[in-house]
């Protein structure tokens, strides 16, 4: 099967299985944001189960994403690392792989990519100051012991304030990998299209590109240096029920730092609500974007759709304009 099968669509399947129909040397850029691999939140991600906020204040029943197992990190590498050796068969010489990822198994993700024969160029960190606080206090557990409570009172009063060790996490690291390119940077370029990075790219107050972005102001130095667009309301869609949709800008901005052709082609094997999809598109290049989720997909067709009305909409306006101004010259002549 060929990839024209699967240009500008979104495929509800699963991403091992769909991937060796996808040719090879054929991607120029695959931008994703996998399953994490914590706790409910691994490649047999069930959105109704992940979405329940029944039990989200039950201590026997943690929300996902807190439970904390040292084997979650052995699974998630097993995983990514075919799924990294797909995506290295995939991509053009000199393609670059950009992935999301928790804090806390970057590591794993990072040596899978890795391993699947990659070059980890670098690591761009999402910074932001709205997250909520994960870490838990161990009254509960204070209040089941067979002890008085005056007893209970004073160790409550010995460890007031100290918790789990969870921090407030307030960044998501994104690797940055690229398939080796074919001889040197300059035949590769000229060969296939892709393997350099476009430094026109601005970012903050007309700044050189960085590894470091933020979409939310934070201070006049950090918006000066890091800042991308913010997230407009309507870009998610009010229908849009995905747990962690990503800002339009930020895959914008990896899209333009790295896609150089019209006919670039943008895969995101775990498109979700179609973010990728729909950053690609606006920026005029080629997606393929895939999901195990029929639910995703549909919100991702959506969005596209609405997009396209949009991009119908301001090209006839924009042709309109030209007319007008076009008349109006005329006149004046």
Sequence with gaps: MKNKDFINKIVCADALELFPKIESNSIDVVLTDPPYFLDKLDNNWDHC?????????????????????????????????????????????????????????????????????????????????????????????????????????????????????????????????QKPVDQTYLNNMLKHDVGLFNTEVKIGNNMYPSNVFTVESINELIDRTF??????????GEYNTHKTVKPLAICEYLIKLSAFSKGAVVLDPFVGSGTTAVAAKKLGKNYIGIDSNREYVKIAEKRLKELDETQKTDLFFGERRKQEKFQLEFQVV
């Design 227 to 236: 800042l991308l667009p913010k997230p407009t309301k309507k870009e998610k």
């Design 49 to 177: 189960k992940v979405s329940n906020q029944s039990n989200q204040y039950v201590i026997k029943s943690l929300p996902a994403g807190m439970k904390f197992e040292r084997e979650q990190g052995k699974r998630f590498y097993n995983w990514y690392l075919e799924i990294s050796e797909e995506v290295f068969r995939a991509l053009k010489p000199g393609g670059f792989f950009f992935s999301f990822s928790s804090p806390r198994l970057y590591h794993r993700m990072a040596c899978a990519i890795d391993d699947a024969g990659f070059e980890i160029r670098d690591a761009f960190i999402w910074l932001y100051t709205q997250n909520q606080a994960k870490a838990m206090g161990l009254d509960h557990l204070i209040n089941k012991m067979e002890i008085d409570q005056r007893a209970k009172n004073k160790i409550k009063e010995k460890l007031n304030g100290w918790k789990t060790p969870q921090i407030k996490s307030c960044f998501e690291p994104i690797a940055m990998a």
